[in-house]
């Protein structure tokens, strides 16, 4: 079967529109007898100029419609188009890299719910015994990201991060003491915590030889 040809195109015999533009398999809608033989009506006409000019905007699908029809669904206000079956965003007939718009707009969204805010701050211990340190206000809104961990460095020195953790409210950073080892700061120590996006925390200890 021939494909469908829908060129604007003014050739000088008569076309054969059944095969030469539809391709063989006319599909009855009323524009494929426009206009009828005789004098074209006005109004139909008119009606064919404000269509082409409005790309067919209303409430209700197009029933003259071919493959690649555009149309302004006045439900949303978003452009679809025709793809021979049912009219679809045109986004999806939008082509970006080896995909479409609406890939790449769900690889973005992807991507971007991964971006979390990242902060650091530090200090020094005044006691020995800290197993808590208050997270500054300026910091907080990184430790709500629910993937987001806090990470010591104490003395300089990276703490296993299976040994931190924030407090209920995420406003502390809590010190542990479990099956993994124990940290705590004692007086004058110096501490960084960096708080972080950290998907996986592994908690099994890796042996390697």
């Given amino acids: 079967m021939a494909l469908p040809d829908y060129r604007i195109r003014f050739p000088s015999n008569l076309m054969d529109f059944d095969e030469e533009v539809h391709g063989g398999s006319p599909d009855g809608q009323d524009i494929n007898n426009f206009p009828e033989p005789g004098q074209a009506r006005y109004d139909w006409m008119r009606m064919v100029v404000i269509g082409l000019l409005a790309n067919q905007s209303s409430i209700d699908e197009p029933t003259q419609r071919k493959i690649g029809t555009l149309w302004m669904d006045l439900n949303d206000r ?8 049912e009219f679809k965003d045109l986004a999806n007939a939008i082509k970006i890299g080896d995909g479409s718009l609406v890939k790449w707009s769900e690889l973005v969204d992807n991507t971007v719910g991964k971006v979390t805010e990242i902060s650091s701050f530090s200090g020094t211990a005044a006691v020995s015994g800290v197993v808590e340190i208050s997270i500054p206000s300026d910091c907080l809104n990184s430790a709500a990201y629910s993937n987001n961990h806090p990470v010591l460095y104490k003395n300089g020195l990276l703490t296993d ?6 407090n209920t409210d995420r406003d502390k950073v809590l010190l542990l003491d479990n099956e993994f080892g124990s940290v705590e700061l004692r007086k004058n120590d110096k501490y960084i915590i960096i708080i972080q996006r950290l998907d996986i925390v592994v908690p099994d200890t890796i042996v390697v030889s």
């Fill in 78 to 85: 978003y452009f679809k188009y025709f793809d021979g079956t």
């Fill in 161 to 166: 991060p299976r040994l931190t953790s924030f």
